[in-house]
Structure formats: structure tokens, C-alpha cells
DNA sequence: GACACGATGGGCT
DNA sequence: GCCCATCGTGTCT
């Protein structure tokens, strides 16, 4: 059932490149409900200081953790009512996170879908909102270590076609950078699927 | 303390 | 496409 879980070697890496790599793994989260699990399409990398979209902008008590050690789950909540959760990345003391927008439902889906209160496959897990409410995630999460915890990445990865990239959802286009990740297809939360990047320029790592 | 504001999503037009 | 709920977090006084 489960191939194993990514080591936090994998995550203690340039942001981008954990980002662009991570796409096509399988999340998993056991709880006493269940097991669910769902292939990640869609993810989205956050640098540290010079990334001005990124939490981790500037170092306050709630983006500490991603200054920490990789590998370990960053849960936070957004709009009073949705959660959106991040996995650490870069060595402890460098900052940066790739948030997790979508996922390709594989088992669990009739836990997630009490969870979510939806049964069509296509809307359990789009969106990071939906994608934490489909696997129980929530603020209590934040700090999971997905080396050990009830939360991790499968080592394993299967592609249904090229990984692209675009702006950030959810942030201002003309000051943000091409640091999406995704791979097109009915488990994206593509609704306002931004075109691939015009400033080429900027699509480079930072550090 | 007070206050403005979201890395969103559901409902309605 | 437009509206807006809802509350933790960060910033300012």
C-alpha cells in the first residue's frame, strides 16, 4: 500500500527544485478514521527573504518553522476558516516551504468525501483549503514531522504528462514569480490558470 | 489593545 | 463573475 516515505534529505534542497520534483508523489495521512492518500498535480514553492510573497518574507513567530528543518509540515490558517498546508524545505536555517494546492484522490475517498461534504472526486481535494479539509489537516498538524508522524510523502512518483509552471494563485501576478507547479488535468485547481511565465527572466532559483 | 488583511472557497447572479 | 464569511496573525498605537 504504502512505498515508503521521501527522506528529509529530499526536502533539504533549493524550495524550487523540491516544488518541481514533488509534483506526481503520493500524500498520505493515517488517522483512527482511516488512511487517505492522493497524488500530488499541484504545488507551489515559498523562498525565505527574498521571496516578498512568501510568509517566511519576514521571520515572525508563525513562519519561524520555516526556518527550521526540512521536512516537517507547516499548517496555517487563512480567511478565519480554511487551512493551507506547506512542507519545509532547505536546511535548518534557511527558509522555504512548498504549499500543496491539489491532489489526485487514490484511496479514502469515501472518509474524504465526509470530510469534505462533496462526493464528486474532482472537488475532494482542489484547492489548499480543500485539500487540508479532505485529509484533516488543521492547525494542530502544524509541525508534523512526516519522517515519523501520521502525515508523509510516498517515495514514489508517476507523471500523466509534462510538469509546467506559472504565477502563483492568490497573489499579485506582476510582483510574484513563476514558482507554480502543475501538471494539467481535472485534479488542478485550474480555474484561473495563469498563462506560463512572461518574464523568463525571473524564472531562475534564488539564493 | 485596536485594527486591517489574507498563499480561499461556497453560494448566488 | 461577484460577494463575503470569519479569525489568527502581524503591525501600529
Not at 133 to 155: I, P
Not at 179 to 204: H, I, M, Q, V
Request: hydrophobic share 35%.
Amino acid at each position: 500500500m504504502s512505498p515508503g516515505r521521501l527522506p528529509p534529505e529530499f526536502f533539504e534542497r533549493p524550495t524550487l527544485q523540491v516544488a518541481e520534483s514533488l509534483v506526481g508523489h503520493t500524500l498520505y495521512r493515517q488517522t483512527p478514521e482511516g488512511l487517505v492518500a492522493g497524488r500530488l498535480v499541484e504545488v507551489e514553492a515559498y523562498c525565505g527573504p527574498a521571496d516578498p510573497n512568501s510568509h517566511a518574507f519576514r521571520r515572525t513567530p508563525r513562519s519561524a518553522i520555516m526556518y527550521g528543518p526540512p521536512g516537517i509540515l507547516y499548517v496555517y490558517l487563512t480567511y478565519g476558516m480554511h487551512h493551507c498546508s506547506n512542507i519545509v524545505c532547505e536546511a535548518d536555517g534557511t527558509a522555504g516551504a512548498v504549499l500543496m494546492r491539489a491532489v489526485e484522490p487514490l484511496e479514502g475517498l469515501e472518509l474524504m468525501a465526509a470530510r469534505r461534504g462533496v462526493t464528486d472526486p474532482k472537488l475532494l481535494a482542489k484547492g489548499p483549503g480543500r485539500l487540508c479539509r479532505a485529509f484533516g489537516l488543521s492547525r494542530e498538524d502544524n509541525g508534523t514531522d512526516l519522517a515519523s508522524g501520521g502525515v508523509w510523502v510516498g517515495r514514489d512518483r508517476r507523471l500523466e504528462g509534462l510538469v509546467r509552471t506559472s504565477y502563483r494563485i492568490g497573489v499579485d501576478a506582476t510582483t510574484d514569480f513563476p514558482w507554480r507547479f502543475y501538471e494539467p488535468g481535472p485534479w488542478t485547481s485550474g480555474r484561473k490558470n495563469p498563462p506560463s511565465p512572461a518574464r523568463p527572466e525571473l524564472d531562475a532559483p534564488i539564493g
